[in-house]
């Protein structure tokens, strides 16, 4: 596949530790970005790059990649981190982008 | 502060036109690439076009190549979405996004969004 796979659904218990993951054969060559999105809202640019966070973003956000694998871990999940989450990256050629299909983070 | 002001959604025919419009503010649309994204009703995101910074280069999904153009009048510091030969599998929220300078593919500005149903 030429596309980003993610879980459709995870689930985490209040205060828990939760990682959502993306796998491309892109993430080899690009990092993935990391976006959340609440329910009729636009999506917000959570996590970038090697494993950064624009301002206002909370520290229990962080970003990791092995090989073809990106991954977002939330250290110490709240009530308000229940959003779907979307990776993204380069396509392998570079000039387009690709979406994951999304993960549905529920918190317990 | 930077913000994105998406509109021009509506209901159209198949096989209609629509232009969709984003007006931005706190950064000069000259400086960065902008992209369109759409989200269909209960669907995930899904990457429609790319304009580069300087003007010179788009590129476009498979799903929307030929029927949809992406362009820009820097004097309005406005981005458009030129739609034509609309189908039912178009409607969607639609999103212009900005991408963070020199990174194609990291979108760190969004609009709200602006509904576009083809319907007949």
């Known amino acids: 596949s030429s596309g980003l796979t993610q879980d459709p659904a995870v689930s985490v218990a209040l205060g828990q530790t939760v990682r959502i993951t993306c796998q491309g054969a892109s993430l080899r060559n690009y990092f993935a970005t990391w976006y959340q999105q609440k329910s009729g809202r636009a999506p917000i640019l959570v996590v970038y790059g090697k494993n950064n966070r624009p301002s206002g973003i909370p520290d229990r956000f962080s970003g990791a990649t092995t090989g073809d694998t990106a991954s977002l871990t939330i250290t110490g999940a709240q009530a308000e981190d229940e959003a779907h989450y979307y990776c993204n990256s380069r396509d392998t050629s570079g000039n387009h982008v690709l979406f994951g299909g999304g993960t549905l983070l529920t918190v317990l | 502060q930077v913000q994105l002001v998406d509109s021009g959604g509506g209901v159209v025919q198949p096989g209609g036109s629509l232009r969709l419009s984003c007006v931005m503010s706190?950064?000069?649309?000259?400086?960065?690439?902008m992209h369109w994204v759409r989200q269909a009703p209960g669907k995930g995101l899904e990457w429609l076009a790319f304009l580069q910074h300087d003007g010179t280069n788009q590129y476009y999904a498979d799903s929307v190549k030929g029927r949809f153009t992406i362009s820009r009048d820097t004097s309005k510091n406005t981005l458009y979405l030129q739609m034509n030969s609309l189908r039912l599998e178009d409607t969607a929220v639609y999103f212009c996004?900005?991408?963070?300078?020199?990174?194609?593919?990291?979108?760190?500005?969004w609009g709200q969004g602006t509904l576009v149903s083809v319907a007949s």
């Open positions: 706190g950064f000069t649309l000259r400086s960065f690439g």
């Open positions: 996004a900005k991408e963070k300078v020199g990174s194609v593919s990291i979108l760190d500005h």
